[in-house]
């Protein structure tokens, strides 16, 4: 399994990116999809995640503004972030989680720095 994160970048306060990741070696569809994000001297976090049947879970801290998305034809996951803020600066990774085998996969990580 191969996943291939893209989209992060610097973006003044109150903006917005959307941040993509594209799997491989897998059958998509059947797989939970996530974004993961940790901060300088912080843990891993949950951001967002999406199920195989596409029932969203999001962290208190980004609900409203984040949106979890994936199109499977594409093998594609997708996170929207609007009216961005500094305490969103991290570097956001993606994840795939195979229930039938119960493992994760990370992706390379994508830096999101969002300026004040």
């Known amino acids: 399994v191969q996943l291939q994160a893209s989209g992060g970048g610097l973006v003044q306060a109150g903006g917005s990116l959307r941040l993509s990741c594209a799997a491989s070696g897998t059958m998509f569809s059947i797989n939970a999809m996530g974004w993961y994000r940790q901060a300088p001297e912080n843990e891993r976090e949950l951001a967002a995640s999406?199920?195989?049947?596409?029932?969203?879970n999001y962290a208190d801290s980004v609900k409203g503004r984040f949106t979890i998305s994936r199109d499977n034809a594409k093998s594609t996951v997708y996170l929207q972030m609007n009216s961005l803020k500094p305490e969103d600066t991290a570097v956001y990774y993606c994840?795939?989680?195979?229930?039938?085998?119960?493992?994760?996969?990370w992706g390379q990580g994508t830096q999101v720095t969002v300026s004040s």
């Open positions: 999406i199920t195989s049947g596409g029932s969203t």
């Open positions: 994840n795939l989680y195979q229930p039938i085998y119960r493992r994760h996969y």
